[in-house]
């Protein structure tokens, strides 16, 4: 090859940094024949956290390496995945041969791409290699069950494109037409091809000058319409995309981890095409024009060249006028230096204030739909009848203009269903405002606080239109996690929310959560897996390291998620200045935990499904909020643990107390820290030392 263009593996399905040291799979090679000539495609390294030498996530690696090979070599159809280990150090992997490679070239091809992995991406817990004759993907975290329908997103997919340019005695079109009637062909007869030994699995030769060679196949254990949708992604990146055509690239090697499909002007695979395919007819040419004589083309040319003057001139009037009418009032909105202007870099629009203003009806009551600790929120609607909802920020102190710069260069980088959209911002030099998709629910506090309640006390017709169901709590909680996993691994950058309560996720028209409200975020250096910073939050969300020193990494945001699903679940929050009890929420779970009374904390109307589930959740809470930040879990086991019931859940330990002011007295300890906060007043703002808030001590308590 001698060009490759490798692009990342999906965010979504194929997220986190992983690493692999393969002292089995070396032995393996070792009692091998040479393998057939296989090249290394390429590797793509996943952007995670490295493992430790040694380590046991090394010991269940070393069994993934030995086994991957020998089963896949063993499988008909060349394939195996297998899982070692428990969370948080397990072990998973994929192997896909080649449909048409034997045993032996097989077992060497995956054993190699496990060598590769450690070349390539030493002491990181997960990578994706491709090579010619195989694909191996393996990671720290659980990838396997990706193929759930709630979880196979083909949008999602992003695929690495091998190529390697040359040049064809055709023309352009005519060979982009063979190339695209090639992988059509194999699109449609791998899809078809479902024995077992071959299932999904055809190679193709096009009657072309050159002759076209061709590849498709697809994990055996997709469904029919998931290969089919993911041979078609890639069928549609390769075959529209220039850069993948321009040159008559000489062979294109598309993949994702599900699926491959390649083309080549020389044949790759072994025995004779299962497709025989006729060359496309020749696309007609343009018709030529029959050149003038001598002085009239001069003449014609001349009046030519003046027309196109002439209208080349007339057009950029009137493109002058146009800019200058639209963006005028623009430009007088933004003519101070105001400091968020660069901000506009991002793929966001600049509002004029007062297109918010007539949108919100000059920010009246009646439109408020909230208010926090830096402003209010407002609903709009602007003049082609979008819905929006408009943040503001009080003021233009130092605080108010990071929060939003920080909001805006983060939202305008992240996509997920499960992060609320940013449209846009205003920069006016007196007001600063965020403009959002406008979320009809509102926020998840109304529905397991307030308006659940009232219903809970006054109803009187029997309805409950306006509570939750069980079914759409863990959906809430499942969703939540998925957003967290998105922030912590998935992402470009690695993102800390610091503030995730109750009150920041918004739940839309189908009652999926959206996590909002970005200005506290921190994003985390490449290779960084903490940091420190001044401590701003909520209480009763914030874990004790951070409540302590300020230091901030992927835990805290466990933390606050653990607080936040004992409230789901429980329906009670755990920083409520309408709560006259000595002990909080975490407190109280743990005690119904040890007293084995936990039902009593649950909803009556639960059936027995729901009850088992809810039970589990609470368990996997009480793991999120252990005061020690290295003994909560991964986001990406929280993921895990609640996808998979039948997963074992270590069992959990005193969690990380926080009660009243009155209560700092009935509380002493045997040696275990805890954290005492003033409920009466949540929020913390930035720039407040610790030391200074009364209202904050350290004491010792012990479960009583």
């Known amino acids: 090859m001698q060009e490759r263009d490798a692009a990342l593996l999906p965010r979504a399905m194929l997220a986190g940094r992983y690493a692999v040291v393969v002292v089995v799979a070396l032995a393996y090679l070792l009692l091998l024949p040479p393998p057939a000539a296989a090249a290394t495609l390429g590797t793509v390294c996943d952007d995670s956290s490295p493992y430790l030498a040694n380590s046991t996530f090394q010991a269940n690696l070393n069994l993934l390496a030995a086994a991957l090979p020998v089963n896949a070599s063993a499988s008909p159809a060349g394939f195996a995945n297998a899982t070692f280990g428990t969370v948080p150090d397990q072990a998973n992997g994929l192997a896909l041969c080649r449909g048409d490679t034997n045993a032996s070239n097989c077992r060497a091809c995956v054993a190699a791409a496990f060598v590769d992995a450690n070349q390539d991406c030493p002491l990181f817990k997960g990578a994706t290699v491709y090579r010619d004759a195989c694909v191996l993907r393996f990671a720290g975290r659980q990838f396997l069950d990706s193929l759930k329908p709630d979880q196979w997103i083909v949008s999602e997919l992003v695929p690495s494109i091998f190529t390697d340019p040359g040049s064809a005695n055709t023309s352009d079109a005519w060979f982009s037409a063979a190339v695209t009637g090639i992988f059509t062909a194999l699109v449609d007869r791998a899809v078809a091809a479902t024995n077992a030994t071959r299932k999904y699995f055809v190679t193709a030769e096009m009657d072309f000058d050159p002759k076209l060679y061709g590849l498709a196949q697809c994990t055996p254990d997709l469904t029919t319409t998931q290969c089919r949708d993911c041979l078609t992604d890639l069928l549609n990146i390769v075959t529209t995309q220039r850069q993948y055509l321009s040159g008559r690239n000489l062979s294109n090697s598309a993949f994702v981890v599900w699926c491959t499909l390649i083309y080549n002007v020389s044949p790759f695979y072994d025995g004779r095409a299962m497709l025989q395919l006729a060359a496309p007819p020749e696309p007609p040419t343009s018709d ?119 909001e805006v260069l983060l939202l305008a980088e992240l996509q997920h269903k499960n992060l609320v959209r940013l449209h846009g911002f205003c920069p006016h030099q007196n007001v600063t405002l965020l403009v959002y998709e406008y979320i009809k629910n509102g926020s998840l506090d109304n529905f397991i606080f307030g308006i659940f309640l009232f219903i809970h006390i006054y109803k009187k017709d029997g309805s409950n239109r306006n509570a939750l169901n069980w079914e759409q709590q863990y959906n809430i909680i499942l969703g939540i996690a998925k957003g967290i996993l998105y922030l912590h691994e998935d992402s470009t950058m690695r993102i800390i929310h610091r503030d995730l309560k109750a009150n920041n996720i918004l739940l839309d028209d189908h009652m999926e959560p959206k996590i909002a409200d970005f200005g506290l975020a921190k994003f985390l250096e490449e290779g960084h897996t903490q940091t420190q910073t001044a401590i701003v939050g909520t209480f009763g969300y914030m874990a004790p390291e951070y409540v302590y020193s300020g230091s901030v990494s992927p835990k805290v945001d466990v933390f606050s998620f653990g607080v936040l699903l004992l409230e789901i679940v429980s329906r009670r929050s755990n920083c409520s200045p309408d709560d006259h009890s000595n002990v909080n929420l975490i407190s109280d779970v743990w005690d119904h935990w040890m007293k084995g009374t936990m039902r009593q904390m649950l909803h009556p109307s639960l059936d027995e499904f729901a009850v088992r589930q809810a039970l589990r959740c609470i368990h996997i809470g009480l793991l999120c909020v252990q005061p020690e930040p290295e003994n909560r879990p991964d986001i990406s086991a929280v993921v895990f643990m609640l996808n998979r019931e039948s997963m074992e859940l270590q069992p959990p330990e005193q969690p990380a107390f926080f009660f009243g002011r009155e209560s700092t007295s009935a509380s002493q300890s045997d040696g275990q820290r805890s954290y005492v906060y003033d409920r009466s007043g949540c929020i913390m703002q930035q720039g407040i030392s610790v030391n200074d808030i009364n209202d904050i001590t350290l004491s010792e308590l012990y479960p009583r």
């Open 288 to 406: 030529t024009l029959t050149p003038p004589s001598s002085g009239a083309g001069r003449k014609g040319t001349a009046a030519i060249i003046s027309a196109a003057i002439a209208c080349f001139i007339v057009l950029i009037l009137i493109i002058s006028v146009f800019c200058f009418l639209r963006f005028r009032r623009r430009i007088k909105a933004t003519r101070d230096d105001h400091p968020l202007k660069k901000i506009g870099k991002s793929q966001c629009t600049i509002f004029d204030l007062s297109t918010l203003q007539e949108a919100t009806e000059q920010f009246s009551e009646n439109n408020k739909l909230g208010e926090g600790g830096f402003g209010a929120v407002y609903k709009g609607i602007l003049s082609d009848g979008q819905e929006i909802a408009v943040k503001t920020l009080l003021g233009r102190t130092e605080h108010g203009l990071d929060q939003l710069h920080n």
